[in-house]
Structure formats: structure tokens, C-alpha cells
């Protein structure tokens, strides 16, 4: 029987732009076998408002960050997302807010916190509910496109992927400057991780998947 992969783009990236590095890597694995299928999480309305809706809690304390736009905006987000996909508690993400929004010289305040937790609490769950939709039970690998914005969605997905189905090999690609160990993507979630080009790491790799061999970064195996 032939290998069978799921490759995912979770949010955040724009659903008017068509996932091109899942497609290009789908279309090289089925013609080396595989059986693939592609999820695309960005189509999703309550997924993909999400940050509107927290980026206007976050603008509606500062008159300065609406002129800005989102950039700085998308560092809290991704600072929120990355606690809450870790498992930090409501409190230990209050405090990780009231230490990052300052640092972009945005007011914050308890009653800010108070409206912001709940629109991330509402974000996973709607993931998780996505993700039980997923028909899962033939599945040999999970891949995932990652960016910054992207990074929290991808550990949540995966990491929930390893809890129900162990079997299952998870692999990201994302454009991470860093050493595996301090990685903010635990091994405990993803077995491998490809960094740089992703199509062209897989076209060289993809023999490799299933020989257990643990991480890869910059083209190269990790033990």
C-alpha cells in the first residue's frame, strides 16, 4: 500500500493566495507514489477573523498603532498564540501579555487581557473542531507549512496529532534561525523539521521520512 500524507497550511496566510509550496510538494510526492491530500485551515471565516477582531481590541486603546496598520500588532498575536498552544494557563498568559505589549509601546491594562483571552480561546477551539473533521485513521505522515504567523497553529496541530495518533510522522517546514533544542517547535510534537526551501528539502528527503531518523534542519538529519 501506498504511503499516505496530509499536508496542511494553517492560518495565518491570505485564502485569496493559493497555497503554492503544499501544491508544488504534493504534486512531487504523487508522482513518486505517495497518496496526497492538501487542508487549507485560511478559507475558514471564524479562523481567518480572528485577528482582525484582536487587532481591534488591541487599536481601539491606541489611537497611534490604527495609523501604523498591523505590523507590530502581529507580534503580540503570535506571542499570545504561542503561550496558549503551549499550554500556559489564563494567568501565565496574562502575564506574558502584560510583558510583550509594553515592549511595542501600546497602553495595557487588565480590562485589555480580559477582552483579548477570549478571542484566542475561541481560535483553537474552532481548530480543534476543524481538526476533528479530518479523517485521520490512514494517515502515515502530517506535514505543515509554517511561518511566524503560522508558528502557534502549527504546534497546536501538531502536537495534537501526535496525543491521538503516535503513529503518525509530523513534519514542518518553516524558515526557523535557531538550533532544534531551543526551537519553540517541541520535539514532542514535530519529528521533523526542514528548513529553507521546502520543496527542495523534500525532493532530496522524502526516502528518509520512514527511517526514524529524528529532525531535520537546513537540509541535514538530526540525531
Known amino acids: 500500500m501506498n504511503k499516505r500524507v496530509l499536508l496542511v497550511k494553517p492560518p495565518f496566510f491570505s485564502p485569496w493566495t493559493p497555497p503554492l509550496g503544499i501544491a508544488l510538494i504534493s504534486a512531487y510526492l504523487k508522482g513518486h507514489g505517495y497518496e ?17 477582531q484582536y487587532f481591534a481590541v488591541l487599536q481601539s486603546k491606541d489611537s497611534v498603532s490604527r495609523r501604523e496598520g498591523y505590523s507590530k500588532l502581529w507580534w503580540v498575536l503570535n506571542a499570545h498564540m504561542l503561550a496558549h498552544a503551549n499550554g500556559a494557563s489564563p494567568g501565565a498568559i496574562a502575564r506574558v501579555l502584560k510583558s510583550v ?13 480580559k477582552d483579548l483571552l477570549p478571542i484566542v480561546d475561541r481560535y483553537f477551539e474552532r481548530l480543534a473542531e476543524l481538526m476533528d473533521g479530518l479523517d485521520l485513521s490512514e494517515v ?9 504567523t503560522s508558528l502557534a497553529s502549527s504546534l497546536f496541530f501538531l502536537r495534537r496529532i501526535k496525543e491521538r495518533f503516535p503513529q503518525i510522522i509530523t513534519v514542518t517546514h518553516a524558515d526557523i534561525r535557531r538550533t532544534p533544542s531551543r526551537c519553540p517547535l517541541s520535539r ?8 529553507g526551501e521546502g520543496p527542495c528539502n523534500w525532493s532530496r528527503n522524502h526516502n528518509r521520512l520512514w527511517a526514524k531518523d529524528s529532525g531535520i534542519t537546513a537540509g541535514r538529519f538530526l540525531a
Open 36 to 52: 496526497v491530500d492538501c487542508f487549507d485551515f485560511n478559507p475558514d471565516a471564524k479562523l481567518w477573523g480572528t485577528h482582525h
Open 101 to 113: 505589549i509594553p515592549l511595542y509601546r501600546l497602553p495595557c491594562d487588565d480590562a485589555l487581557i
Open 140 to 148: 502515515d505522515l502530517v506535514g505543515t507549512s509554517t511561518y511566524s
Open 188 to 195: 514532542s510534537a514535530v519529528d521533523m523539521l526542514y528548513t
